[in-house]
């Protein structure tokens, strides 16, 4: 039987993903691994496997702090997609399949936006 907590997640998930743009449903599709239509069916039941709430979840959060950040959701979306020194020359995408890699990508957009290279 699934937590109020679990429940709590996958449902923010959903509602998550589904207030992103087609093209942001494209990227999580790419970046889960899964098709297009694997996202509408999670969207239209709910029923997301653990791991991917989570990755997710720290995917649009990142995209939604970069595009704070660089005041441009394209210049986000590159950011996340590019090669950074700061991340031993890895994409801040290609860290999101772990909690430490989402806060070493998070830290280097902070850092980055504070000035602190």
Same mark, same amino acid.
């Given at each position: 039987?699934m937590?109020?907590?679990? *429940?709590l997640?996958?449902?923010?998930?959903?509602r998550e993903?589904k207030?992103?743009?087609a093209?942001?449903?494209?990227?999580i599709?790419d970046?889960? +691994?899964v098709?297009?239509?694997?996202?509408?069916?999670?969207?239209?039941?709910g029923?997301w496997?653990?791991?991917?709430?989570? *990755?997710?979840d720290m995917? @649009?959060?990142?995209?939604?702090?970069a595009?704070?950040v660089? +005041?441009?959701?394209?210049?986000?979306?590159?950011?996340?997609?590019?090669?950074?020194?700061a991340?031993?020359?890895?994409?801040?995408?290609m $860290?999101l399949?772990?909690? +430490?890699?989402?806060?070493?990508?998070?830290?280097? @957009? $902070?850092?980055?936006?504070?000035?602190?290279f």
């Amino acid at each position: 039987m699934m937590s109020a907590f679990e *429940k709590l997640e996958k449902a923010r998930a959903t509602r998550e993903t589904k207030s992103a743009s087609a093209r942001d449903r494209v990227e999580i599709a790419d970046f889960l +691994g899964v098709s297009p239509k694997t996202i509408e069916r999670r969207l239209q039941t709910g029923a997301w496997e653990k791991a991917e709430q989570y *990755k997710v979840d720290m995917l @649009l959060h990142l995209k939604k702090e970069a595009a704070d950040v660089f +005041g441009d959701p394209a210049q986000s979306a590159l950011w996340l997609t590019t090669p950074t020194p700061a991340l031993d020359n890895q994409a801040p995408i290609m $860290l999101l399949d772990t909690i +430490g890699g989402y806060e070493r990508a998070r830290n280097a @957009l $902070l850092r980055q936006a504070y000035g602190m290279f």
